[in-house]
């Protein structure tokens, strides 16, 4: 069976930093992209950050500069550190995992999810 376990979410002042991880089973780890989603309520689900298999990064706006992603192969983890938080980045944090197999064909496969409370 597939599983993405997240953990390290929680509640934290603005400003401050939470590092969230993903543990990977169940897949060939390092050929899948990886991505983090977050969703607040009343919004749409968007994507974060990403990871290729080789190793490239890419960010959403809202984050740059502030949110770095990477991942340990050799661990089957994907990681998300937060700094310099705002209330705005509150969401429930989700990790995903994503592999073309053929032309138009894809696995992917999504975490249960994580809260991240940005409030004083």
């Known amino acids: 069976q597939v599983q993405l376990a997240e953990s390290g979410g929680g509640l934290v002042q603005p400003g401050g930093s939470l590092r969230l991880s993903c543990a990977a089973s169940?897949?060939?780890?390092?050929?899948?992209?990886m991505n983090w989603y977050r969703q607040a309520p009343g919004k749409q689900r968007e994507l974060v950050a990403s990871?290729?298999?080789?190793?490239?990064?890419d960010y959403a706006d809202s984050v740059k500069g502030r949110f770095t992603i990477s991942r340990d192969n050799a661990k089957n983890t994907v990681y998300l550190q937060m700094n310099s938080l705002k209330a705005e980045d509150t969401a429930v944090y989700y990790c995903n995992a994503q592999r073309r197999v053929r032309t138009g064909e894809w696995n992917t496969y999504w975490g249960q999810g994580t809260q991240v409370t940005v409030s004083l």
């Open positions: 169940g897949i060939i780890f390092s050929m899948n992209t």
């Open positions: 990871v290729s298999t080789g190793g490239r990064t």
